[in-house]
């Protein structure tokens, strides 16, 4: 039942803030390409606390970007298993 | 035209202004075509995609043609589940009454709903 | 590219499946044209449903498959005619490429 959110946008686009009113308990949300860079400031975001906060590996050793440890590295394998695991997915590019 | 599958659920999120990207029309494009395919179609406005209902476009003056021309007749293609988040509206200071098509105000909690009993959610 | 040669030599271009390239060479003698080109003699009953069609167009910029058409057809022209049996004998084999391409409409989308 639940969804798997990717977002590929930084702060300045409001893709994560419109995923971060519809993602409900029990859904993921994977960070990918420039998403990656709001993987510190997501973690104070109240309604990011019911989610599975995920960020894709490739993406964040390119941009040198460390993880706040509420956030799981993943690879691009992990990825297709995570949305194999998902009912849906959506991507917020 | 037959369908060879029962019908899916698929609930278009509509974020992007009329004219500024092609990904409005791109997303009406996908409308229409899910629709000749007698699928279970929600559409839903949120963000900027909210400008896409303004009253009054008039874009000849840009050569592009009416987005909202084309939304109004949704219903013929048996398109009646048109969506708008009031928090996208209110922000944007439109008012749901005067909107170029009817469509129903929700919340977000009524987005997320719609979005769980999709099979299918397209975001552009 | 093929083209459609009218009574004053003028040449209209069209594409590929028979449908006008510029919308705005439409005319009732290119409707004409292309309708005997599909071995149709364009009646009363044809035209008024091209009318629908070109309105429509012109105020939505859509181009409607079968089942919208139909719908279409019945609330301008009445149930009697908003049936596909009816738009099937004007308009044979596939009404909604048909019909859209005598009223100068482009193809409609998502119809095969």
Redesign the interface.
């Given at each position: 039942?639940s969804?798997l959110h990717t977002v590929n946008k930084t702060a300045a686009d409001?893709?994560l803030a419109?995923c971060l009113?519809?993602?409900?308990s029990g859904d993921s949300l994977l960070l990918i390409e420039d998403g990656v860079y709001q993987a510190s400031t997501i973690t104070g975001h109240p309604q990011a606390q019911v989610l599975k906060l995920f960020a894709l590996k490739e993406d964040t050793d390119a941009r040198g970007i460390s993880l706040p440890s509420s956030v799981t590295p993943i690879d691009y394998a992990q990825f297709v298993e995570l949305a194999c695991q998902h009912?849906?997915?959506?991507?917020?590019? | 035209m037959s369908t060879l599958q029962s019908p899916k659920t698929i609930t278009f999120i509509s974020r992007s202004t009329p004219y500024g990207s092609g990904r409005a029309k791109a997303c009406l494009d996908m409308v229409l075509s899910a629709a000749a395919f007698e699928q279970k179609i929600n559409l839903v406005f949120m963000d900027d995609g909210v400008w896409q209902l303004q009253a009054a476009q008039k874009p000849k003056s840009i050569d592009a043609k009416d987005l909202s021309a084309a939304l109004s007749a949704l219903p013929l293609f048996d398109v009646n589940n048109i969506f708008a988040e009031s928090k996208s509206l209110s922000a944007r200071d439109l008012d749901p009454a005067s909107l170029a098509i009817g469509v129903k105000a929700c919340s977000a909690e009524a987005i997320a709903v719609l979005i769980r009993e999709s099979d299918v959610v397209y975001q552009l | 590219m093929s083209q459609l040669l009218l009574h004053n030599h003028k040449a209209i271009p069209l594409d590929k499946d028979g449908y006008l390239r510029c919308l705005e060479d439409w005319s009732p003698e290119v409707a004409d044209k292309l309708a005997s080109s599909e071995s149709i003699t364009l009646l009363e009953a044809h035209w008024e449903v091209l009318d629908v069609l070109r309105e429509f167009y012109q105020r939505t910029g859509l181009s409607p498959a079968m089942r919208p058409l139909v719908k279409l057809v019945a609330t301008e022209l009445g149930a009697d005619k908003g049936r596909s049996i009816y738009l099937m004998k004007l308009f044979p084999g596939n009404p909604a490429l048909l019909a859209s391409k005598l009223a100068g409409l482009p193809r409609p989308t998502n119809c095969f």
């Open positions: 039942m969804t409001d893709a419109a009113r519809v993602a409900t009912s849906r997915s959506v991507s917020w590019f | - | -």
